[in-house]
C-alpha cells in the first residue's frame, strides 16, 4: 500500500520537473503570448479604461523616443490663465495606466485639484497594448516593457511637462510628482 503512493509522488516529481524544464523554451513564449493576447481582449472589451468624453480630464498624446506616449491632464475649474499654477504630476505603478491613476474613485486627484487649484497630469507608462494599460516605467533593472524596450520616460515627463507650460499658466518654482506602486 505504501508503494503506490511512493510512486505517485515520484511520478509527480518527475513531471513537474519535465514542465519547468520545457518552460524555458518556446513552451514559455506561446503562453506569454497567449497571456498577452487574453489581456488584450480584456482590454478591448472594457469600457472601464477609456476616459469619457464628459470627463472633465483631455487625454493628450506627444511623440517621443519614436513612439507616441499619451497623458491626461485635469485643469481644475476655478483655472485662471492670468495666475501661476502649481502643477502635481501623478505616476501610476507598474502594470497600472494613466487612467486608473486618473479615476478620482480611487485616488481622489480630480477631486483635489478642483479643491486646491492646481492642474493634475497623469503620465502613462510605456505598453505593449495601443490603449496604455499595463504600463510600466524605465527603472533601471525592474519593470518589464518598458525596460525591455529602454522607454526614455524621463525625456518623456519632461516633454509632458513642456507641453503643459506651452498650454498653461505653470508655476514652474511649484511642479510636484507623486505616485504610487
Known amino acids: 500500500r505504501l508503494l ?53 480630464i483631455q487625454e493628450m498624446t506627444l511623440e517621443h523616443g519614436g513612439l507616441k506616449r499619451f497623458y491626461l491632464v485635469h485643469v481644475p475649474k476655478n483655472y485662471d490663465s492670468s495666475q501661476k499654477t502649481p502643477l502635481v504630476l501623478a505616476f501610476h ?31 502613462n507608462g510605456a505598453s505593449w497594448f495601443r490603449d496604455g494599460a499595463f504600463a510600466t516605467w524605465n527603472a533601471g533593472r525592474c519593470c518589464g516593457y518598458a525596460r525591455d524596450n529602454e522607454s526614455d520616460d524621463v525625456g518623456f515627463v519632461k516633454d509632458v511637462i513642456k507641453k503643459i507650460k506651452s498650454d498653461y499658466n505653470i508655476d514652474a518654482g511649484r511642479i510636484f510628482a507623486t505616485g504610487m506602486s
Open 93 to 123: 505603478g507598474g502594470g497600472g495606466s494613466g487612467r486608473v491613476m486618473a479615476k478620482d474613485q480611487y485616488y481622489g486627484w480630480i477631486s483635489k485639484s478642483d479643491q486646491e487649484g492646481f492642474i493634475v497630469a497623469f503620465p
Open 4 to 56: 503506490v503512493p511512493g510512486v505517485i509522488l515520484v511520478f509527480l516529481i518527475s513531471t513537474l520537473a519535465s514542465l519547468s524544464a520545457s518552460a524555458d523554451g518556446p513552451f514559455r513564449e506561446k503562453i506569454r503570448e497567449r497571456i498577452k493576447n487574453r489581456l488584450q481582449a480584456r482590454q478591448d472589451q472594457s469600457p472601464d479604461t477609456k476616459v469619457s468624453s464628459q470627463s472633465s
